[in-house]
């Protein structure tokens, strides 16, 4: 079974700094993926970044990067010069990729509520 | 514009009563999945469909069902059944391979009265 742990429920940080959100996952799948996933307040889930189990490179989205060490199954968010609107509840996820085509069970972490400050 | 469509927004609902919420998609999306989200909490798994008129229980399945008529359509509908109904649900979808990367629609609350 999959497993996400991300143990910081909330974080304050000033408005143009850079912030990590911390995600460790557990999974005996030897290939998967780790999603980001930004929640507003509105509700909306709304998807960030991916990053796969065999990619030899971090992921970056624009001002989003996925700090992805896989011996220590971490995988934490990085969000660069961060702005007000970033101000939202962060979750990170994982899907086995399993050769079987079709729908794939995503599991979720708790979630970090980031709060940036002007 | 491509994506998904929730409706309704808010939803009331008396003890008892069985209420069906909407989910419709434009991506060609093969795969359907709903979600329970509780106050504070991350997603679970209601159910989740691969193709038209199949469908599999995820982890909180109990006092909820679905069906899967077309390939755009994902209704899910609370029955009595459902113990604790009051919740925030989401819809997503996605390809059935590949990064399997969901996408999601706006949600709707349910509150019971």
């Not at chain 1, 005996?28 to 929640?39: A, C, H």
């Not at chain 2, 077309?70 to 996605?94: D, G, H, I, M, R």
Request: glycine share 8%.
């Amino acid at each position: 079974a999959q497993k996400i742990t991300q143990t910081q429920p909330g974080m304050f940080v000033q408005e143009k700094e850079a912030v990590t959100l911390d995600c460790t996952y557990d999974t005996s799948d030897p290939s998967y993926g780790l999603f980001w996933y930004k929640q507003p307040s509105s509700g909306e889930m709304i998807f960030l970044i991916y990053q796969g189990s065999y990619d030899q490179q971090n992921a970056t989205e624009g001002r989003y990067s996925l700090n992805f060490q896989k011996a220590r199954k971490s995988a934490n968010l990085v969000i660069s010069a961060s702005q007000l609107g970033d101000s939202a509840m962060y979750f990170c996820a994982m899907i086995p990729r399993r050769r079987i085509q079709g729908a794939q069970k995503l599991v979720f972490g708790q979630g970090t509520r980031l709060t940036i400050n002007p | 514009d491509g994506g998904i469509t929730q409706s309704p927004k808010y939803l009331f609902r008396k003890e008892g009563q069985n209420v069906t919420l909407s989910c419709e998609q434009n991506l060609n999306h093969d795969a359907m999945y709903w979600y329970r989200q509780d106050p504070g909490q991350g997603l679970r798994l209601i159910y989740y469909s691969q193709i038209v008129n199949d469908f599999q229980k995820g982890d909180i399945a109990e006092g909820y069902s679905v069906s899967r008529e077309k390939k755009e359509s994902f209704p899910l509908t609370v029955t009595s059944a459902q113990k604790n109904p009051t919740a925030f649900y989401l819809c997503a979808s996605s390809v059935a391979g590949g990064r399997y990367t969901q996408y999601f629609g706006p949600g709707t609350r349910l509150t019971v009265l």
